[in-house]
């Protein structure tokens, strides 16, 4: 068995966006498509001890980023800001404007103790687990 994302309206949209990309392909792109959203890529993992949510933020610096915790949900948001207009510009395909990532966090994430780093336009958060989550290991011997 395999799962399928389900994508909703896509039957509405797909004949609309076939015939785009027909237009494009023949044609080529010669349009801004310049985005006022745009949503960074990231990756979270874990381990015994922690969580490590890790996002790609090319081209801005940790002033230009905010993390907030409200009730269990973490939340990091900024602006990548669109360059002067130019006018030789034939393809935008990075995205610009605000973004707004949010995540809600397991029960066994210490708050208090959650840290995050910046640097070369890679957000590193850390998510300590509590102490009494964090899983310890104990040979039973049978008798």
């Known amino acids: 068995m395999s799962l399928i994302k389900w994508k909703p309206n896509l039957s509405m949209t797909s004949h609309i966006n076939e015939w785009d990309n027909f237009l494009d392909d023949f044609f080529g792109k010669s349009t801004e498509t310049k985005s ?22 090319p081209g801005l610096s940790k002033k230009d980023v905010k993390i907030n915790i409200d009730d269990s949900v973490l939340t990091v948001s900024g ?14 395909e990075r995205g610009y404007g605000k973004f707004n990532r949010s995540f809600t966090l397991p029960e066994n994430v210490n708050i208090d103790k959650i840290s995050a780093s910046f640097k070369n336009g890679e957000l590193k958060i850390i998510l300590p687990k509590t102490e009494q989550t964090i899983s310890k290991s104990k040979e039973i011997k049978i008798s």
């Open 36 to 57: 006022e959203h745009w949503l960074p890529s990231v990756d979270i993992h874990e381990n015994k001890i922690e969580f490590n949510l890790t996002a790609d933020l």
């Open 79 to 92: 602006e990548r800001l669109y360059p002067e207009k130019r006018t030789d510009v034939y393809i935008i």
